[in-house]
């Protein structure tokens, strides 16, 4: 018993002695954090925590809207073509007009029916109406896939990887900034077959009918 309690002993002053010591080192980076300029220096670790928190964020968000597309990757074939629908953020519409591959689209709705229309960005009646990307080309009357949020992949679709790319004529995809009708970034390319869907808030340049 006289052992047990010798051991305990032992063992809570040890412990004491870390406490201490942990404050005395608390006390002493405290002191020097903020021996030259304490409000400059505790305002940039502020700034740096809550960087940090939103960095992190940002890359738990990511990694989640990673591993949802990837376990639900999905390979239709239409018309001889395979579509890949990734995630949950895809929409099956009636194209109610001939849509090209790979461009940005507007999807209204009719009767429960989601339909799909060019998207034009130099027609400034489009301001804020841009969905998603077609998946596939489609004629008047035909279904038509469209990524509407998350990662667009189209097999050979021959994007410049790493660029911010914006809506140029008829929703064609370009990394060339627009000059005339609205101005509006679709996201970044990640690579030549995928595009991270970000659309950004459009910009009216100039009304060309009033010009």
Not at 71 to 91: D, E, M, R, Y
Not at 121 to 137: F, R, V
């Amino acid at each position: 018993m006289k052992k047990s309690n010798k051991i305990i002993s032992i063992i809570a002053f040890a412990l004491f002695g870390v406490v201490i010591l942990a404050l005395v080192f608390k006390k002493k980076l405290v002191e020097y954090i903020t021996k030259t300029s304490p409000q400059k220096t505790i305002s940039e670790l502020t700034t740096s925590l809550s960087q940090g928190n939103q960095d992190l964020k940002k890359e738990l968000l990511e990694l989640v809207q990673q591993k949802i597309e990837t376990s639900t990757k999905q390979i239709v074939n239409q018309n001889g073509n395979n579509i890949i629908l990734k995630g949950i953020g895809w929409k099956r519409t009636i194209a109610m007009q001939n849509i090209a591959r790979g461009h940005v689209v507007r999807i209204t709705e009719n009767a429960g029916i989601d339909q799909c229309y060019t998207y034009d960005p130099l027609d400034i009646e489009n301001y804020g109406l841009a969905t998603g990307i077609s998946l596939h080309s489609a004629t008047a009357g035909q279904e038509c896939f469209v990524q509407v949020e998350g990662t667009a992949e189209i097999p050979d679709w021959g994007l410049t990887p790493n660029q911010l790319m914006f809506i140029g004529s008829n929703g064609q995809l370009t990394a060339i900034a627009p000059t005339q009708g609205l101005s509006q970034s679709a996201g970044n390319s990640i690579s030549t077959d995928e595009l991270n869907i970000n659309f950004s808030n459009p910009i009216i340049l100039n009304d060309e009918d009033n010009a």
